[in-house]
């Protein structure tokens, strides 16, 4: 896991080694075991080291091959490297090192662009190619990494960060307006390639791009995801598929854990991660067997307010295993303090503070590992959000299947009742907040058609990129690796192979993970069916200690000039939810957080 930017000169003239070296200190908290800048000619690249895998020095990047025609940046994991350069080395290649960087740099001299196929991982690279004189950038199938570019009058940027990027004076001094509108009406971001920041893109996930002397020569997508559209299994599948899904994630999971260094886990006590954490439990007692395990050591959030706390479950995650667990507790005390930090860490505003648990996680991670294996993309891919009941329903009815979906309907309102009344409220909440907003923005079609159309909507273009955008910038900020089984490709396949009712059956969200994990969790959480994960009482802090300086940020003279929200009705909509006359929903914090963004990051330029 590491940081990487680089430059390459559009003009005939010579990469700016001292931009280069003022993007790569911009990313030093990804990467604090080492640094290291290529500048040849027109191109420039720079990396900042997370040294997870071989850590000696044979591990350095930028990273060439044996005749130097070729360098590399590369920020992630390819799991299956060691089983990679076996082929490889078959095939005749030598190699220096014991890395997965050196595996990427063998793959393209033997595929290609097609080498990106055979990896299984995360990962955001550029590779710059000699003898082609052209830059080779990709980004994993999912976009669990991140690669920002940008293009100047003479120049074609990138970073896996959007403050490196910005390290050139022409680089991200404007809003994209439409962007922001589209984030404060609608909660959205990362669900297109643009950013907050005019003309600052990304690298859509599951895709490549080829730079050359004339700019961005082509762009294209090396793999999709196709979800089938069938509503029912075939009968007496379920245990066959369950044992299948189980195998699969096991696998995963072990890939995940190879590293040289610390591995733990974070655990908010819910159904996916309570998983994993049995997993890794039983993956160290087979690597170690006749002997006692390796401790493992897990993560979590917890809070003195007993409805978003989920520290009981914890405890039954965490009984009668190795585990050693390590708790945190996210309060307002520090929170104001922290929020500057956390929202240069993202560079663009972020639309819930659900994020804060996640970061004060990840910072007393730090203390005790360099990688984490979390539970990201389990919802998106086994329809664990409520909402995709009404999904569901729907396409049982478009189906004529009127028994199956009245069986559903009833299976809802037992199991999520309560949850169904609070999102009624929600939605009128959010439609009446919508109106304070000057521009609303395009918005994005998230739960239209069937269940599987939502899922893969979600997967690659709403939710989940934006949550994982949060993964990376929380773990990076203290310089932790974040890892995710639930998202190895061939669970996404497998997974997305599956019928709705695999995912949802009488009501009953992750239906199939249910049913794998029986005899492998306590039956309390495999059971459960309330949802938290890594909450955070976001209207109980808005409401109470932080509510003195969101009135005096909303009675500022900046917030009053913004031309995205009537200032005087926003402020007047907050004291009504002050005083118990209107319920809270997130767009409150959403214009708060961009008020906050626009002074760190616009303002100033």
């Not at 044992?243 to 260094?261: G, I, K, N």
């Not at 709705?500 to 009953?508: E, F, L, S």
Request: proline share 4%; with cysteine.
């Amino acid at each position: 896991m590491c940081g990487i930017a680089g430059q390459l000169q559009l003009s005939g003239g010579t990469a700016d080694r001292d931009l280069i070296r003022r993007m790569s200190d911009l990313l030093q908290h990804r990467g604090p075991d080492g640094d290291g800048i290529y500048v040849d000619g027109m191109v420039g690249l720079a990396h900042r080291r997370l040294a997870i895998i071989d850590l000696s020095g044979e591990g350095r990047q930028p990273m060439q091959n044996e005749d130097g025609t070729l360098w590399l940046v590369f920020n992630g994991e390819i799991y299956n490297y060691r089983e990679l350069m076996g082929e490889l080395i078959s095939y005749g290649h030598r190699f220096q090192s014991r890395t997965d960087s050196e595996v990427i740099l063998h793959a393209y001299e033997e595929w290609g662009t097609g080498c990106l196929s055979r990896f299984n991982g995360m990962w955001a690279f550029a590779l710059w190619d000699g003898r082609r004189r052209e830059l080779f950038c990709a980004r994993d199938r999912l976009g669990i990494k991140p690669f920002y570019y940008a293009e100047t009058r003479d120049s074609f940027l990138f970073a896996s960060e959007i403050k490196a990027l910005r390290a050139h004076p022409d680089v991200g001094r404007r809003p994209d307006e439409e962007m922001v509108s589209a984030f404060l009406a609608w909660g959205l971001a990362d669900h297109t390639d643009r950013t907050m920041f005019e003309g600052v893109r990304q690298l859509l996930p599951a895709h490549y791009m080829i730079v050359g002397e004339d700019g961005i020569a082509e762009r294209a997508a090396f793999w999709e995801v196709s979800f089938n559209p069938a509503l029912n299994s075939e009968p007496g599948s379920d245990g066959r598929l369950a044992t299948a899904f189980r195998e699969l994630l096991e696998d995963a999971v072990d890939l995940h854990l190879r590293s040289d260094v610390p591995v733990g886990t974070c655990l908010s006590g819910g159904l996916d991660s309570s998983t994993l954490v049995a997993l890794i439990d039983r993956a160290l007692r087979r690597g170690t067997p006749g002997v006692e395990p390796p401790h493992q050591d897990t993560f979590s959030a917890c809070f003195q307010d007993k409805r978003f706390d989920e520290s009981a479950y914890i405890d039954i995650a965490v009984k009668g295993s190795g585990v050693r667990s390590h708790r945190v507790y996210p309060g307002t005390d520090t929170i104001w303090a922290d929020l500057e930090h956390l929202l240069y860490i993202n560079d663009e505003p972020f639309a819930a503070l659900t994020l804060y648990s996640q970061y004060c996680v990840m910072r007393l991670a730090r203390e005790e590992v360099k990688v984490v294996l979390d539970g990201q993309g389990a919802d998106e891919l086994l329809a664990g959000y409520i909402a995709y009941q009404y999904c569901h329903i729907r396409g049982l009815i478009r189906e004529f299947q009127i028994l199956q979906a009245a069986r559903e309907t009833l299976g809802t309102l037992r199991h999520h009742g309560d949850f169904l009344s609070y999102a009624v409220g929600q939605f009128f909440a959010r439609k009446e907040r919508r109106g304070l907003i000057r521009s609303e923005g395009p918005g994005f079609p998230r739960y239209r058609g069937t269940l599987n159309e939502a899922l893969e909507t979600d997967l690659m273009r709403a939710n989940l990129p934006y949550l994982l955008h949060w993964e990376d910038r929380t773990s990076m900020a203290f310089s932790i690796e974040a890892r995710v089984p639930y998202l190895d490709y061939r669970v996404v396949e497998f997974l997305a192979s599956l019928p709705a009712d695999q995912k949802i059956r009488g009501g009953v969200t992750k239906f199939i993970l249910r049913k794998a994990t029986g005899g492998l969790i306590p039956e309390a959480i495999r059971c459960r069916m309330d949802k938290k994960g890594f909450a955070t009482p976001e209207e109980v802090w808005m409401q109470g200690d932080m509510s003195g300086r969101v009135l005096e940020i909303m009675s500022s003279e900046t917030f009053r000039s913004r031309p995205y929200w009537d200032a005087d009705a926003v402020a007047e909509n907050y004291r009504d939810f002050l005083e118990g006359k209107a319920p809270y929903s997130s767009e409150i914090w959403r214009m708060v957080c961009c008020e906050l963004w626009l002074r760190r990051f616009i303002d100033p330029a």
